[in-house]
Structures are given as C-alpha cells and as structure tokens.
C-alpha cells in the first residue's frame, strides 16, 4: 500500500474493506465484501488537489499547469 493512498479517505476506505474481508468467516459476507472492493477498484480517482498559491482546486495535473497569480488568464 502506497503511502498517498493511505492518507486518502478512499485509500483509508479500501483498507477497512480489506480488513473486513480477512476477518470475515461467513462466506457470505466475504463475497459481499470482494464485491465492494471491487466497485471501489472500479471509481475513477477523485483526489483533488489544492493549490497552496491562491486556493484553487482540481485535479493535480490541472493544478500543475495552471496560471497561478494571474486572474484573468487562469484558464484550465
Ligand atoms: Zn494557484
């Protein structure tokens, strides 16, 4: 487990889902479980990034390439 992921509320959700499933007994419930986590594997990321210049949120590769500090030509 990478260290981004686990600092992430999705990277902390998929990990209570993989311990659910290693402490699971009843078939049942496993499958369930194997089900979640594969939903979770099928969620595009989501994390967002914010900009410690002027605030602005988005994905990471967009907060890279932003004009940062220059209103009016900040364009995504
Ligand atoms: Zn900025």
């Known amino acids: 487990m990478n260290d981004q992921h686990s600092t992430t509320g ?3 959700l998929r990990m209570h889902l993989v311990q659910a499933l290693t402490r699971a007994e009843s078939d049942a419930v496993q499958q369930h ?13 989501t994390h967002l990034q914010e900009c410690p210049v002027c605030g602005k949120v988005g994905l990471p590769e967009r907060i890279q390439q932003h004009r940062c500090g220059k209103p009016g030509t900040d364009r995504y």
């Open 10 to 12: 999705r990277g902390r």
């Open 33 to 45: 479980l194997r089900a979640a986590l594969e939903e979770w594997e099928r969620q595009p990321p």
